[in-house]
């Protein structure tokens, strides 16, 4: 509810207003106008330009959820007094009757019998505009007749005062918000009040419960002791098994590096006592025929023929015991120097062909023995079965992969056709001891076509890759050699 003054021009147009709500309740309010203390209110402003008149109204217009009661008496409006002019009184209430009011004020709204006149207080009693708001969906209000308010002037200092008794609430639902509530039982109570806030004794009871916070109840850290204490567990778990792993691994090398301990200690026993031996004996039988001058010289023959041999034998096993040799590009000059050594002693033409292979990519020394031993094996079997003039070997890296073809122009030959102890038997099974295969193409009148191929290990692939990449972006770094054979 609100008490308004509006400007009016010359032609009766609101040009501005000014207005003063009220709410809540007058204090000492007691349910009745009769007995409940006036509350005095007196406000200032000033008339704008080209107001003309003073319009007042007396208004429960406003939010549907407001009702109640106001009461509005002792009305005056003035001039302050100047040095140049005396205090002019525009409208004084308290001089009019009950008939002056009816004439000079009027009731307006959607629900003109919430407005009327009642006689308040005692002693003096008062003609009161009087308001009741007991419709949400209407209002009423009183205003004074237009053609009589009161004459201003624009920029005229104005004086409002009046008495008041009033009761506001609420008649629509509404929302109560209560911050930072503790967690607990409630019971929230609702008194219902009358139009004039008078309790009527009508109680309403809400019951509800406020939650107490997730991370202040017992499941939460219950959960979270739970979590700390399997989190514990897998960490616990996690490094076991970590640690598991390195001991396999560490299990796995040592035992790797025996099985070549006992490889290479087998390799001097059996090829390396065995080729001694036969030094021995040969050299027995020289001391024998030192009297028979051709059987001596063939005798030293063998034993000189014998020793290269051993010489060589020790060579092959002194390589592949070498750390320095663990890698791909020693491992191209050793087998292209042995396939080369091979065919010119059987007499052979001879072609390799090499790419650049890099010197940083690992290859270990059982995967270098048993590739040396396949290419010696297939060589071999070229030179005494194929009946070639021209032997070719070619060494590529493909897709991390390793592959070897050994290629010549002979007759070809039927692999089945092969005795057991010429050593292509053994080939499959070298390389699968090292994750590769073997393949033998036969090709009768055009020769024989023998692919070894080995897995590359990804990581190590891939980290060569990574290297030669940064190489490309710094061509500074790079330290080109020349790995291509003929």
């Known amino acids: 509810m609100r008490i308004v003054y509006s400007f009016l021009d010359e032609e009766d147009n609101a040009i501005s207003k000014k207005e003063f709500a009220v ?23 000033e008339a704008p330009p080209k107001a003309h008149k003073l319009w007042i109204s007396i208004c429960s217009a406003g939010s549907p959820q407001a009702l109640g009661a106001i009461a509005v008496c002792d009305l005056v409006v003035r001039t302050p007094g100047t040095i140049n002019s005396s205090e002019l009184t525009l409208l004084d209430f308290n001089g009019y009757s009950l008939d002056q009011l009816n004439s000079e004020w009027m009731k307006d709204g959607s629900q003109h019998k919430m407005a009327r006149i009642e006689t308040i207080g005692s002693k003096p009693h008062r003609n009161a505009m009087v308001v009741v708001d007991n419709d949400p969906r209407g209002h009423a209000q009183w205003n004074t007749v237009k053609s009589k308010a009161p004459m201003i002037v624009p920029g005229q200092k104005l004086i409002a005062e009046w008495n008041q008794i009033f009761s506001i609430g609420l008649g629509a639902p509404s929302t109560v918000t209560y911050e930072d509530l503790p967690s607990g039982h409630y019971r929230f109570a609702l008194e219902r009040l009358t139009v004039m806030g008078v309790p009527t004794g009508e109680l309403s009871f809400l019951e509800f419960e406020m939650p107490v916070p997730f991370w202040k109840t017992q499941w939460f850290w219950g959960a979270v002791f739970f979590s700390v204490l399997v989190g514990l567990f897998l960490a616990h778990q996690y490094r076991a098994r970590h640690r598991l792993q390195v001991e396999n691994l560490e299990l796995s090398q040592q035992q790797v590096l025996e099985r070549e301990r006992i490889r290479i200690a087998q390799d001097i026993h059996d090829d390396l006592g065995a080729q001694v031996t036969q030094i021995t004996l040969v050299s027995a039988m020289a001391e024998r025929t030192v009297d028979d001058a051709q059987a001596s010289t063939q005798n030293f023959q063998r034993i000189t023929e014998l020793s290269r041999k051993l010489v060589a034998s020790l060579y092959d096993t002194v390589w592949v015991v070498n750390p320095e040799n663990d890698n791909l590009e020693a491992v191209g000059n050793y087998l292209c120097q042995t396939f080369k050594q091979l065919t010119s002693q059987a007499g052979l033409s001879c072609r390799l062909e090499v790419p650049m292979l890099p010197s940083d990519l690992p290859i270990s020394s059982h995967q270098r023995h048993n590739l040396a031993m396949a290419v010696k094996e297939a060589t071999n079997n070229l030179i005494k079965h194929a009946g070639a003039s021209e ?42 001891d090292i994750g590769g295969s073997a393949e033998v193409k036969k090709c009768p009148g055009t020769g024989t076509q023998v692919h070894l191929q080995m897995p590359i290990s990804h990581e190590n692939f891939r980290a060569v890759t990574e290297a030669r990449n940064d190489d490309i972006s710094h061509p500074d770094r790079r330290q080109p050699k020349s790995l291509a054979r003929t």
């Open 23 to 45: 709410s809540d309740q007058t204090e000492g309010w007691t349910g009745s106008f009769q007995t409940s203390p006036l509350e005095h209110r007196a406000e200032t402003f």
């Open 391 to 432: 032997a070719r070997m070619i060494i590529k890296l493909e897709n991390s992969k390793l592959n070897i073809s050994i290629e010549d122009d002979g007759v070809g030959f039927d692999p089945k056709s092969v005795k057991l102890g010429s050593g292509m038997g053994n080939l499959s099974h070298r390389l699968e």
